[in-house]
């Protein structure tokens, strides 16, 4: 089992820039979190999803950010545009449907300069 | 409104003294607990949860934690700490009907030698 892959690891980019960022859920898991660490506000969740359906987008801080689930097996969290309070580590996190504890990608690091 | 909370920022404890791990919870009708570690520069990791049953629940790396219904708790515990489990440590709360976790702020553990 390979866990959660995300994509990139490491991200550096300018401010106004369009950031792109991938994970690859656990398979047969039909929930998919995204979650933004840093040190200021913790550990915080931005969107969720069921059966690739979107289901609480409500921690998603504004506009610029917008996720997607294609199919069971990809979804994808865009930051357009991007600005330096965007900073911070980016953890994607998926779920089997009637165990309810998450398992997390190793995340990625989103720097905003 | 579902929270978690964990009192205390940092534990500190020497190796091979017992530890504890506050956390306390409130949640509607009956929790789905769950306890996270996360080293430096890495995902959170599943330890252990409850969710019915014995109250004592055992989990990975020598972990335990016992629900205390009354006193809406959830402490982590370990019988003999290592330098290897200083970490962040995670609780985390769901009721059974959400899927969504709700995780408090972190307590950082710090195990000397």
Redo the contacts between chains.
């Keep these: 089992d390979a866990g959660?892959i995300q994509s990139p690891r490491h991200e550096v980019t300018e401010m106004g820039q369009e950031v792109t960022l991938r994970c690859k859920p656990i398979s047969g898991h039909n929930?998919l979190?995204w979650y933004r660490q840093t040190m200021m506000r913790?550990?915080e969740?931005l969107i969720?999803f069921?059966n690739n359906v979107p289901?609480?987008d409500s921690g998603m801080p504004e506009d610029r950010f917008s996720a997607k689930m294609p199919n069971a097996s990809f979804s994808t969290l865009k930051i357009q545009p991007s600005e330096p309070r965007d900073s911070a580590v980016y953890?994607c996190?998926s779920?089997p449907a009637d165990r309810?504890?998450?398992?997390?990608?190793?995340?990625t690091r989103l720097t905003v300069t | 409104a579902q929270s978690v909370a964990q009192p205390e920022d940092q534990v500190n404890v020497a190796e091979g003294n017992p530890l504890t791990v506050k956390c306390t919870y409130s949640v509607s009708g009956n929790p789905y607990l769950f306890w996270y570690v996360q080293y430096p520069n890495r995902g959170l990791q599943f330890l252990l949860k409850y969710i019915t049953g014995d109250n004592l629940v055992k989990g990975s790396y020598g972990f335990e934690a016992e629900f205390n219904k009354s006193q809406t708790s959830f402490h982590l515990k370990k019988p003999s700490a290592l330098v290897s489990d200083s970490a962040l440590y995670f609780c985390a709360v769901r009721d059974q009907a959400g899927t969504a976790l709700i995780f408090g702020k972190g307590t950082t553990l710090s195990v000397s030698s």
């Design positions: 959660v929930s979190f913790g550990l969740l969720y069921n289901i609480d953890f996190a779920s309810g504890e998450q398992y997390f990608g190793p995340g």
